[in-house]
């Protein structure tokens, strides 16, 4: 199995150089730095993203309500601040509200066994219909004079490198030391292997599975808030988008099995990489949105199936409700 994984690994690096060759050599434009520093920049929130579903398919689990967290705390930021209350307050009702949701998906599929396929797919209409109803005034979330000095966090530049690139890259050491260093990471990935396994030999498995959700909702919280500091808004309509599927793309793509208990943020860093070469290339190649879908689908296919026959699951490891 680990030699699967390796060669998957490779695989799908190999693919990223030949695509990244290609295009350099191919698209006017492409290979320059100004466009390399906007592609990693682009895509950076798309990374970080991958690193919160990375956790909980890790752990043999799914969350689709992740472009809800995306949208909705980030916008309550902007809509708090709008109305007069302060920076600060607005952040933490935001991460109250993170905390809140990710207990919720925890708790439902960890205590009351709700498959996480479909918790997360009604949680997360659940909170977009949320904010459309009641949190937001508008659609699309405006910037305000409050929020001064806050889109640093999207805008801001360090030597040379955009702020959401040196983000994406903290959060990959700190998710990538909280798997490989730590209990909670050793526990996910024993959960993920062999739930049962992991339950006999006295792992926590329930509560782990709800810190879980709650990272991968912070996550989405901390991706929203890079997007929105980067276009000085926030589009709650983002989550009727097909933004959920790159993630699945990134994190299938670069390796990370859906069978539960493999993978890590270098297989995250991968699956950004390749997919953000590939949107680029399409941008710059003047490819329609519904084209670019159409590629977008048939690859997210090959990746699945690819998955199924690399990281096969079996009777004794396999979970109901699992993807």
Known sequence: MKLGRVSQQGIVFAIFLAMF????????????????????????????????????????????SLIATLAVPPGLVLQMVQDGSSLSLALTAALLLSIAFGLVNG???????????????????????????????????QWSAGLAGFEKLGQGVVLGIPMPIIVFALACVVIGLLLTRTR?????????????????????????????YVLAALIGCLAGLVMAASVNSMP???????????????????????????GGVLNVVIGTLLIGTLLNGMTIMDISYSAQN??????????????????????????????
């Open 294 to 323: 159409l590629i977008k689908g048939m690859v997210l296919l090959a990746a699945v199936i690819a998955d199924s026959f690399l990281n096969p699951r079996n009777e004794e490891t396999a979970q109901q409700g699992d993807i």
């Open 236 to 262: 709650t309509r983002i989550y009727n988008s097909t933004w959920i599927y790159d993630v699945i793309l990134v994190v299938v793509l670069g390796g990370i099995g859906l069978s539960g208990g493999r």
């Open 107 to 141: 708790w439902l599929i960890a205590y009351a066994e709700v498959p996480a396929l479909f918790t997360t797919l009604a949680t997360g209409l659940f909170l977009a219909g949320l904010g459309q109803a009641l949190l937001f005034k508008l659609d699309v979330v």
């Open 21 to 64: 060759a290609g295009f350099a050599f191919f698209l006017h434009g492409f290979a320059t730095t100004a466009n390399m520093l906007a592609l990693l920049q682009n895509v950076a929130v798309l990374g970080i993203l991958g690193l919160g579903m990375a956790i909980v398919v890790i752990g043999r689990g799914v969350d689709l």
């Open 184 to 212: 909670v990471g050793a526990y996910i990935y024993a959960i993920g292997d062999n739930p049962f396994g992991a339950r006999t030999t006295g792992i926590p498995v329930r509560p782990t599975i709800v810190l879980q």
